[in-house]
């Protein structure tokens, strides 16, 4: 069945109060069973190239293990908000600003969405419009920095994001950034060592966040930097923001500026958010005036930035943030982490050198390259898709290898524990994967000679454990 069959009534079931705000609003749609219902079948009727590559998706998630840390699993009440009409709505500008008629429904949506992202994080201010992350940061950066303001941000390589900074990409080419590094032999942050280098070089945004750091940032160390050098704050916290909603990790959103985070990392739909706490109104000088942060901000974000918001896409970060909410959500966040835990542990048992040792949140590094002489990042990638492991090659910190061989591979739990795996089944999938290592004949930094019989047997076990836990 396909995993996203009769949306409409997970969304009524899962949501009421959405459908409340809307049926307060306009009669029942009469002829709703034709154009809104059954949206899976619609697709099949008529674009059944498109639907049998939805469904071959949909049967690749499923009889594979998905260990992408940055990767997460939405809900079928998120999915049904996402192909639901609000799609077909446009508007520009914010609630109570709109340029468009016919915006009651949508602005009761993000005003949900909103308050509701505001209770998950604890925050003042929530913005619910940046189409992604990336994009989230992107808005904050452009808000607060002239072309050439100076950035102090992670190294890409050191754990960091692309969007801090990275010379290929937007703050890199239109900033000035200087990044920092992590300690060579402990791999952690070294946060006298980040002092320093701000006192020098005197940034106007410092930026903190990571997309492999396996170890709990000290958000309020970052802050102490930033005052002492009157720079900005913001924290990137894409991969541990469903950690922070449940309090597995301290919070940044009161000791940084503008915390940013992508909605699907912590598992709902794509999407950004921008989020202020104590600092929210703390005036900005900005086209000849002053203006509280938050209305930089949103003057940014549209027409500074976006154009319409993706309507549908706020409704299911509505969903989701109540789903963050919920008991449920909390509870497997911390499942999320002791899964990570143990499957580190697993993989220490059995001789890989796991970088910082271990982890704290939902992901941890391995580094491959010494584990067996020629193994590469990307061998491991490549040879443990073949077998229905996927996990993604890494670049570490001080690596020797290119972006494209790297010496790391990437590991996260998020998915495996949605669909219920617990630490048996990580200890089993540190197996496999050994299996799997410890035969592979590379032959170069990408190259590598598989045995056709053990692809076989592990793709045969990883579908066996993949069926006892079928996607939730
Ligand atoms: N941030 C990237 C990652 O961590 O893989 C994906 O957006």
């Avoid at 914010?94 to 509701?116: N, P, W, Y």
Wanted: proline share 5%.
């Amino acid at each position: 069945m396909p995993v996203d069959k009769h949306v409409g009534e997970t969304l009524r079931r899962s949501d009421k109060q959405l459908y409340e705000i809307i049926e307060s609003i306009f009669p029942t749609a009469p002829s709703s069973a034709g154009y809104h219902r059954g949206l899976p079948e619609a697709l099949a009727h008529t674009d059944a190239e498109v639907y049998r590559l939805i469904e071959a998706e949909h049967n690749r998630l499923q009889n594979t293990l998905q260990l992408i840390a940055a990767e997460n699993q939405c809900s079928r009440a998120v999915l049904a908000a996402l192909g639901s009409v609000v799609q077909n709505k446009t508007t520009e500008g914010f609630v109570g600003s709109r340029f468009h008629g016919g915006c009651e429904v949508v602005d009761s949506l993000e005003t949900l969405a909103v308050t509701r992202a505001k209770a998950a994080f604890g925050a003042k201010y929530a913005n619910v419009q940046p189409h992604s992350g990336t994009g989230a940061n992107q808005i904050v950066l452009t808000a607060i920095l002239e072309s050439g303001d100076r950035i102090l941000s992670l190294a890409m390589d050191q754990g960091g994001h692309v969007s801090h900074g990275a010379g290929v990409a937007f703050a890199g080419r239109f900033f000035e950034v200087e990044q920092y590094r992590v300690d060579p032999k402990s791999f952690l942050l070294d946060y006298e060592a980040i002092r320093q280098q701000a006192l020098r070089f005197r940034p106007k945004l410092i930026i903190c966040g990571a997309s492999a750091y396996s170890r709990t940032i000290d958000f309020a160390a970052y802050r102490r930097i930033a005052d002492e050098v009157g720079a900005y704050l913001m924290a990137d916290i894409s991969h541990i923001s469903g950690l922070i909603a449940a309090g597995v990790h301290p919070s940044p959103v009161d000791d940084a500026h503008f915390t940013t985070t992508s909605t699907y990392k912590p598992g709902g739909p794509r999407g950004g958010l921008i989020l202020m706490g104590r600092d929210f109104d703390a005036p900005i000088q900005a086209g000849g005036r002053s203006m509280p942060l938050w209305e930089r901000i949103e003057k940014t974000t549209f027409p500074g930035f976006q154009g319409t918001p993706y309507l549908n896409n706020i409704a299911a970060k509505a969903v989701f943030f109540r789903e963050m909410l919920s008991a449920e959500y909390k509870a497997r966040q911390f499942r999320i982490v002791e899964n990570a835990r143990s499957l580190a542990k697993a993989f220490d048992r059995l001789g890989y050198d796991i970088l910082t040792g271990g982890t704290d949140n939902h992901m941890f590094c391995i580094n491959v390259g010494r584990f067996r002489e020629g193994l590469t990042g990307a061998i491991a990638q490549h040879c443990l898709e073949e077998c229905g492991i996927i996990v993604n090659m890494n670049r570490l910190p001080y690596d020797p290898h290119s972006p494209r061989v790297t010496s790391g591979m990437r590991l996260g739990t998020p998915i495996v524990t949605k669909n219920g795996m617990g630490p048996m089944q990580m200890e089993a999938i540190a197996g496999l994967v050994d299996a799997v290592l410890t035969k592979v004949e590379p032959t170069g930094g990408r190259e590598y000679r598989l045995d056709d019989r053990l692809r076989l047997e592990t793709k045969c076990q990883v579908q066996d454990l993949c069926a006892r836990f079928p996607m939730v």
